[in-house]
């Protein structure tokens, strides 16, 4: 057994289509293909002007969001800021959030805690159009 895996993120499957949000961009959970149990790690492409449909949060697992490209905005709870390239947002347990691509689009890296079993709890009213 390797005491590593390593992976190139474009090779995860993009979910975005499954979940009918390809307008929005792309998502790359690659949590399964780095064989992990106890953290998670997504990769996010948000298209110009988009913005996730839905806003969500966890029971137990924060979650750290690292701006890679482009800029944007976050809505987490009720407050609404800016985040550009290198930004670093952390965000706790049941704090509801969702983020938006400014004229640029938007790559971020999230990671976190995983309890497995744990569903996200999601708002589809969180940040109306």
């Known amino acids: ?8 993120i474009a090779e995860v499957e993009d979910l975005a289509p499954k979940y009918g949000m390809s307008e929005t961009g792309e998502s790359r959970f690659a949590r399964g293909a780095l064989g ?4 998670g790690l997504a990769y996010y492409k948000v298209n110009p002007g988009r913005r996730l449909g839905f806003g969500h ?6 979650e750290v969001y690292l701006v890679q490209s482009g800029s ?6 009720d407050e609404v800021f800016s985040v550009g390239p290198r930004d670093v947002v952390f965000v706790p347990p049941d704090s509801m959030r969702s983020w938006e691509a400014g004229e640029d689009g938007m790559e971020l890296i999230a990671f976190g805690g995983h309890t497995e079993g744990a569903a996200a709890d999601m708002d589809q009213e969180f940040w109306p159009q």
């Open 72 to 77: 944007g905005r976050f809505k987490v709870g």
């Open 57 to 62: 949060r966890h029971a137990e697992d924060e």
């Open 1 to 8: 057994m390797s005491n590593y895996t390593k992976i190139n």
């Open 36 to 39: 992990a149990q106890r953290i």
